[in-house]
């Protein structure tokens, strides 16, 4: 009998598990792959996230591993026109291959039982009456369950999540680059809007550059299936973007993809199962804030479940808690995102947006801040000032 099963070894996942560990709950952390694992993501550490990670008491370690300053953010319209803001504080730049692997072993030697290569299936039960699992199946018990597998998976059918039931157009992809153009990207996180989508480019450790980017199905269909002609042909129709990678070599075996992005609004519940992460909601990756959102997720529920695990809080209060907590904390910036989202795959819209934060900074600065939270904690203000030097 486990206290907490936790149903994915990422952000979200391993964090809760920490946390829960460090409270002498018993804690079963449960992770599909294998480490280390190349990841869908834009790799973007916000100083929201750096907080998190100084409470979890990994910030240290992550800078250990490589982790890249970043200080400005440059957007780009798809004819090319670019405007350049600071960011409030510095950010950090760090691949998931290298970063989730850190983060499940911290979770394990908190005292969380961390298996890798284990795929969860057949979860029922509910917050009062406790859950079973199978586990590579094997049957587990728990009291409680935590859903932090990402923004789609298997048991998300299984668990007849309404969100499946609608369709979207869009499909992502990534991989590390590197070249002579990586170290004028030094410090700089660009975002640059084009025809069909729109395409990160950020440092993580290595002097690599991570390149990644969400477009509409139909661009990629148009190119003739593949992430290489849909960079070549269509997002590289912006001049900015297309200077930028004239220089820059791939250096990943293969581009990670995924299709289906689930932007759509999520239920915090499927039956009595808890979802964090990009489980219980995904911000349009136009934002920036998808990694600090995945951890506050973990920070938020955290001390809720801790609660109803020490019968504290019953069911219907941590329930309730939690689905009123997230939507305060989160409901907003998930709306913008949407919106700004939006506003990124029409060309007419984004040369808009660019023009006007290029003659209004003001606007900029407001969107950076409303599509995050506060950082609460030690690692914000001169001290992650003086970590980007």
Known sequence: MYDALVIGGGLAGCS?????ARDDHRVLLAEQATYPRHKLCGEFLSPEAQASFERLGVLEAVRRKGARPIRTARLTAPTGTATD??????????SRYELDRLLFQAACRAGAEGRTGA???????TLKGGFTASVDGETVEARLVLGAYGRRARLDRALERPFLEQQTPYVGFKAHYAGPAARSLDATIELHSAPGGYCGLSPVEGDRINVCWIGHVDALTDSGGTPTEMLRQKLRQNPALDERLQTLTRVSDAFEAVSQVPLMPKSRFAGDVCMIGDAAGMIAPLCGDGMAMALRTADLVHPLASDFLAGRRDAAAFRGAYRSGWTRRFGRRMRLGRWVNAAAFRPGAARMLVHTCRAVPPLARWLIRNTRGRATGRATGPRLAAAGR
């Open 85 to 94: 803001h600071a960011l409030p504080h510095a950010a950090l730049g760090l």
């Open 16 to 20: 809760v598990a920490l946390q829960l």
């Open 119 to 125: 795929r969860v299936t057949n979860v029922q039960g």
